[in-house]
């Protein structure tokens, strides 16, 4: 397997050809924000991967109404009770959760953070990707595209989320070092396809000339590219996450790119440390994916189901 990350220099070094233990049927709470995007989707798969391939068992811990901070720290004091293992940790909010990974704390529960960086609490490890680069690689391959100059737009996610915010900052930086390339607008389409679908419609009937669109996840450049079709208007459009629906479009020539964050990888890795850390053995305190783009040179390695992937070995991912 490629090697797709890269460790904090802070990282515990961990001994050469350490494996885990022996499974010991550990149960692993895992948080994610919602049932609507493919992303959360695709990081619980890679959690349950992980735990089956070592013996543990998941449960799943995700909001009925999307991105509900009430009812995420609802659940966290359904998980107090429960008292699982360990817990696999996506805030709805990187600051308003920090309440409750300090119950878990004093619950004496190991919080693994995945995803979104919290704001506080004590965590055993962060698992994630560096948000600003990974939209800084997107931005850069739409700009190679329309060959540093035109109009474009960026449809960010949800005002306040640390993750949108370093994303957009990266696009926004990139298209500030080409003086030929214009910034039209940016407006936010919360993560959900239906809602940039309708931002898109807004942003054609405000701007007759649109020759590119960035926006700051896979589900919104879908939602977007809808718009497009069905406006009969053409741009190029890049979105942020490396989702199936993402490669499914780049493969159909929609989609010129997508950032990689490989959310199934962040799942398998988050709940690998989990188990590696109740079994005693080194972890990382952090850990980033490295920054990479999925277009048409390189989508066939990620075309499948996210089912269909399996979670590498620790000693592939470890430091060496």
């Not at 494996?19 to 798969?45: C, D, H, M, S, Y």
């Not at 960026?154 to 990266?170: A, C, F, L």
């Not at 988050?270 to 920054?291: D, F, V």
Request: hydrophobic share 45%; charged share 20%; proline share 6%.
């Amino acid at each position: 397997m490629k090697a797709l990350y890269s460790v904090l220099a802070t990282a515990i070094a961990i001994g050469a050809g350490a494996g885990l233990a022996r499974a010991e049927g550990e149960t692993i709470a895992v948080f994610t924000k919602n049932q609507t995007n493919p992303f959360f989707q695709n990081v619980r798969v890679g959690a349950e991967n992980a735990a089956k391939q070592l013996g543990a068992k998941i449960i799943q811990y995700v909001p009925t109404k999307p991105d509900s901070i009430p009812e995420q720290l609802s659940q966290v004091e359904d998980v107090i009770v429960k008292k699982p293992d360990s817990i696999v940790f996506t805030p709805v909010d990187y600051k308003a959760l920090v309440p409750g990974v300090e119950k878990m704390n004093a619950a004496g529960i190991p919080v693994v953070n995945v995803t979104d960086h919290m704001a506080g609490g004590k965590i055993v490890s962060y698992v994630g990707i560096d948000d600003y680069k990974v939209g800084r690689a997107t931005a850069e391959a739409l700009m190679k595209a329309l060959s540093g100059k035109g109009n474009v737009v960026i449809i960010e996610g949800v005002k306040g989320s640390i993750s949108n915010q370093d994303r957009t900052r990266g696009l926004t930086d990139v298209v500030k070092e080409h003086p030929d390339v214009k910034l039209l607008a940016t407006q936010a389409g919360n993560f959900q396809r239906l809602n940039a679908l309708q931002v898109m419609e807004n942003l054609m009937q405000s701007f007759p000339k649109i020759d590119g669109v960035m926006a700051a996840n896979d589900a919104m450049a879908i939602g977007a590219i809808e718009a497009l079709d069905a406006a009969n208007r053409k741009a190029i459009v890049v979105g942020i996450n490396g989702t199936k629906e993402a490669v499914d479009a780049v493969k159909a020539g929609k989609l010129l790119a997508s950032g990689q964050a490989d959310p199934f990888m962040q799942g398998c890795l988050g709940t690998i440390i989990a188990i590696r850390s109740l079994r005693k053995q080194p972890t990382p305190p952090e850990l980033y994916l490295k920054p990479s783009v999925i277009d048409a040179s390189n989508y066939k390695e990620f075309d499948m189901p996210v089912e269909a992937r399996a979670c590498p070995k620790w000693e592939a991912v470890a430091p060496n």
